[in-house]
Each structure stands twice: as structure tokens, then as C-alpha cells.
């Protein structure tokens, strides 16, 4: 299963070159990723409720071409590995309308219980392997 999420870019995100500033990337990956989640009925506050944090471990992008104040664009997540112990995407952002790649990156989660990594109870797990 692949999630498009619309963004709008704010004057907040962009540098003094008036472009979107490359930390600003990793925010939209974690947008991307929380609607996903939020598609499979998976809410973080309610892993979180049962003191499932899931840090992440590793993140990376790639930056091919700028996105500027107020443009609109989609981010598109690909889940990579959903298994009980780690969630790992693929995303891509583009313009709204424009096929062309502006940045691409990858991260990854693991899941916590008490600072230890865990299995991810089935209630949850079963909702996550939708995602595949």
C-alpha cells in the first residue's frame, strides 16, 4: 500500500535562499509516515498509551530539485519492512502535478517497550501488515 499526503509549504520552512530547508524533509517523511499509519488505523498515541515508543534509527534523503514557498506537494509513502519489530519506509516528493522528484529518502523505526526493543503485540501488528 503506497499513501499520498497533500503539504503546503509555510514561510517557516523554507531558508534565507528562500528554498525549503533540507531538515524540513525529514518533517515531511514523519507526516508522510504518521498518515500512513493513520490509514491502517494505527494511531501513535495509542502505542504510546501502552508504552510503545518506536524511535527512529536510521533516516536518509536525497535532494534533486528545490520546492519553494507555497508549493503544494505530495508525499508518497512505501512501506519497506512492516514486521513486529521495526517499520521501514521509502518516500518521494514531488510538486502537485509535476512527475519530477524533488527529494527521496528512507527511514527507520523500531519498536520499544521500558528503552529495550520488543515485539509489536498482535492488536497492533495485525493493523500494520495491512500495510503490505
Known amino acids: 500500500m503506497t499513501v499520498k499526503t497533500l503539504y503546503r509549504v509555510k514561510f ?7 528554498v525549503v530547508h533540507h531538515s524540513n524533509y525529514i ?25 510503545i515508543l518506536f524511535p527512529i534509527v536510521d533516516i ?16 508518497e509513502t512505501i512501506p519497506e519492512a512492516l514486521t ?14 509535476d512527475e519530477k522528484i524533488l527529494a527521496e529518502g528512507t527511514s527507520t523505526n523500531v519498536f520499544t517497550c521500558d528503552g529495550k526493543i520488543c515485539r509489536l503485540p498482535e492488536k497492533f501488528f495485525s493493523r500494520l501488515v495491512k500495510g503490505l
Open 60 to 75: 536518509g534523503a536525497k535532494f534533486h530539485a528545490p520546492a519553494k514557498f507555497d508549493d503544494e506537494l505530495e508525499i
Open 12 to 18: 517557516f520552512d523554507t531558508d534565507t535562499m528562500g
Open 27 to 51: 518533517r515531511m517523511f514523519e507526516t508522510g509516515r504518521v498518515e500512513f499509519l493513520r490509514q491502517l488505523d494505527l494511531t501513535l498515541t495509542e502505542m504510546m498509551n501502552d508504552g
Open 84 to 97: 513486529r519489530a521495526k517499520m521501514q519506509f521509502s518516500y518521494i516528493v514531488r510538486r502537485c502535478g
